[in-house]
């Protein structure tokens, strides 16, 4: 299969400024690291403070060359661009086992995130049942406050 050549948006929030920038640094510096992956072209924007909050937001863009499609989805997965698009080649053919690998490794992807939040939703109703115990006046209060909220 040839190579891939896509441009990426990447965006981060949070604070301070100098945190997000070097954070972005850091995580375009990782993406060229990464097996499959090489950075051709990156662009840092400059961080925009948030409107009403003491958060700022910034994004680079990254012209990316990739080795399979396998490097394409494992980028959108493990970087979660707020924008993906393929530059070239402008049609790609896949075999059945590169499709059979892309699905297995979605499918795995999946699973784990299915995992990750279940156990979040187990360790959220343990500590609201120990909080129940151990302080059900807090607890009270904290329900009665969800419940006055409109929907």
């Given at each position: 299969?040839?190579?891939?050549?896509?441009?990426?948006?990447?965006?981060?929030?949070?604070?301070?400024?100098?945190?997000?920038?070097?954070?972005?640094?850091?995580?375009?510096?990782?993406?060229?690291?990464?097996?499959?992956?090489?950075?051709?072209?990156?662009?840092?924007?400059?961080?925009?403070?948030?409107?009403?909050?003491?958060?700022?937001?910034?994004?680079?863009?990254?012209?990316?060359?990739?080795?399979?499609?396998?490097?394409?989805?494992?980028?959108?997965?493990?970087?979660?661009?707020?924008?993906?698009?393929?530059?070239?080649?402008?049609?790609?053919?896949?075999?059945?086992?590169?499709?059979?690998?892309?699905?297995?490794?979605?499918?795995?992807?999946l699973h784990n995130y299915d995992a990750i939040t279940k156990q979040a939703i187990g360790e959220k109703e343990f500590v609201l049942e120990?909080?129940?115990?151990?302080?059900?006046?807090?607890?009270?209060?904290?329900?009665?406050?969800?419940?006055?909220?409109?929907?």
């Open positions: 299969m040839e190579k891939i050549h896509a441009t990426l948006m990447i965006e981060i929030l949070g604070k301070p400024e100098e945190h997000i920038k070097e954070a972005m640094r850091t995580l375009i510096t990782k993406l060229g690291a990464e097996k499959g992956v090489q950075v051709l072209n990156k662009t840092y924007h400059e961080p925009k403070k948030i409107e009403n909050s003491d958060l700022f937001t910034t994004f680079a863009e990254a012209d990316v060359e990739l080795d399979s499609l396998s490097n394409y989805f494992g980028i959108i997965f493990a970087y979660m661009p707020s924008h993906i698009e393929i530059t070239s080649p402008e049609k790609i053919t896949l075999s059945n086992h590169d499709l059979n690998e892309l699905g297995g490794a979605l499918a795995q992807r120990k909080l129940r115990e151990s302080a059900p006046e807090v607890f009270k209060q904290i329900t009665t406050s969800t419940e006055k909220k409109p929907n």
